[in-house]
Each structure stands twice: as C-alpha cells, then as structure tokens.
C-alpha cells in the first residue's frame, strides 16, 4: 500500500524562524504530491502541489524523488502559519494522506 | 460561488443507533469523496465516487459504513449500529478535472 509519512506530530518554531515539515511517501513510480492546511476552525484547503513548482504564503515544496520526499518549507515562519498541514499523495483519484503535523509559531 | 456543504454540523447519538450524513458538493463537480478525520489515525480515506463508474469503497471500515450519491450530485454517508470508535469528523470533498478536492466543513460525530 502506498504509504505518507509525517513523523512530526507537532513542531514549534518562533516568528521569524525557518520552518521545515517533513514529508516522506513510499516509492512508486512517479507521485503526485500535495500539501493540505487547516487554519483554526477552517476547513481543510489546498496550499500547493508539486507538478506546479509554486510558492504560496512564501511555502515552497520539492519533491526530492532519490529520497522520496516532499518537505514543506518557508524560510520565516509567521504567527498566522499557526495550523495543521497535511502532505497528501494521489493514488487511484483519491487522497492518501499523512498524520499531519500541527505548526505552531510562537510571538 | 458556493463551496461544498455538509448537515449537520454536528451530530450526538448513543451506541447502536444508524446515522445519515449529507454532503452537498459544487455544482458539476464529477468527483465527489468522504473521508474521515480523528484524533490518531488523522485523515482516513473512506470512499470515492466518479461520474457514474462504479465507487471506490476501499476505504470503508467496515460492512457498518456505505454512501450513496444521488443524481451524480448528493451523497449521503450512512453509518449503521454506531459504536464508540466512530466519533470523528466526517469530511466530504468534490472536484473537477483538475484534482484539486474542495473539502466541506466536516460532520463531528459523537457515539455515547
């Protein structure tokens, strides 16, 4: 079965911080990655995919096929990134996400 | 324009008893799935419907859960016998062509 792992379950960084949540799948030929965010009491939204090589809310992602990874990264995290992230892999016109990792920026 | 729908918000209902959730999707979304969020097993697929193929249930926990979709529109997430390990949040998501799923605000369930 394909696998998303996210083995932070929480990460906390200060404003102004750089912020790395991690993201590994289990290979299989070539993923189509995502990244899901919750805000607080928000539904669950897109924040970007792989095949657009986009930066969105100054978060950027590369899919990094030799360690079959999809880190999620922003340079200097701020107090409104405060929210749970989800790394998702589509599979058969579904979803198969990770844990999730809940963000926490403190002042 | 309108984003996907789901009644109720909130639901409570003791052990053993059936529950309908609803799920209203964007309009002339052919894609329509449930998925199920609870504390540590985080977002569980459950199933999926596309156009009039048949539907993906791999997901379903057990022969307790099943969703149908009506008019290639509304779906409704049918839970029989509740039991305690059912308390979660039931999200509904709809798309397009273009893979990006809108997700719904979610159904809590609450089994006491």
């Known amino acids: 079965a394909q696998r998303v792992t996210q083995p932070e379950k929480l990460l906390s960084v200060f404003k102004g911080a750089p912020v790395e949540l991690k993201c590994n799948y289990s290979y299989s030929g070539s993923p189509e990655l995502f990244w899901y965010v919750q805000y607080s009491r928000q539904r669950l939204q897109l924040l970007l995919r792989h095949i657009s090589r986009e930066s969105i809310k100054g978060f950027t992602a590369d899919l990094n096929k030799g360690e079959t990874s999809f880190h999620l990264k922003k340079p200097f ?31 | 324009g309108a984003g996907v729908s789901q009644s109720p918000s909130n639901k409570v209902t003791e052990k053993g008893k059936d529950v309908e959730l609803r799920c209203d999707p964007i309009s002339g979304h052919t ?4 998925y199920r969020q609870s504390l540590g097993q985080g977002l569980e697929f459950l199933i999926y419907f596309q156009g009039n193929s048949a539907p993906d249930k791999s997901g379903l926990p057990s022969d307790r859960f099943s969703a149908e979709r009506t008019g290639g529109s509304v779906s409704t ?18 798309s397009s062509s273009n893979r990006e799923q809108y997700f719904g605000p979610g159904t809590r369930l609450t089994v006491t």
């Open chain 1, 77 to 107: 995290a701020q107090e409104e990134d405060s929210a749970m992230y989800y790394c998702a892999r589509h599979q058969g016109g579904k979803l198969i996400f990770g844990q999730g990792t809940e963000l926490s920026v403190k002042p």
């Open chain 2, 31 to 34: 894609a329509l799935y449930w």
């Open chain 2, 77 to 94: 997430l049918t839970i029989q016998r509740t039991q305690q390990e059912d308390s979660a949040v039931y999200l509904c998501a709809s």
